[in-house]
């Protein structure tokens, strides 16, 4: 979500020409891992590491407890991880695996 944003909102730089939707999805976690890490936000990954799967992503925001009751920092930090993460799993049109109108059968509750 935090990288279709920026795209829309500064497409003469950000377009898939100039840069990669990648590219920014990992600048995008480098930044928030910066701000976790200057904000004094401990999650239990490295910097290196964090943001790089969706495991450590779901491990970074479950130890940030209840997003109810931190700070506006730490909450914005987290919403642009998770931002991050649905831009990752994101399939719509134009990506190859997009099926329109899918329907998935889960079975009995």
Known sequence: AVCRKLVKKHPRYL??????VEQLRRLVGM????QQQNSG???????????????????DLANL???????EDVL???KA??????????VGP????????KAVDFGEP
């Open 15 to 20: 377009d898939n020409s100039r840069v990669k």
């Open 31 to 34: 930044l928030i891992t910066a």
């Open 41 to 59: 936000v401990t999650t239990g990954a490295s910097s290196a590491g964090a943001g790089t799967g969706a495991d450590d992503a779901n491990a």
């Open 65 to 71: 407890g209840d997003l109810q009751r931190v700070d």
């Open 76 to 78: 914005a930090a987290a």
């Open 81 to 90: 991880k998770m931002g991050v993460e649905f831009d990752k799993n994101f």
């Open 94 to 101: 134009g990506h190859p695996d997009y099926v329109y109108d």
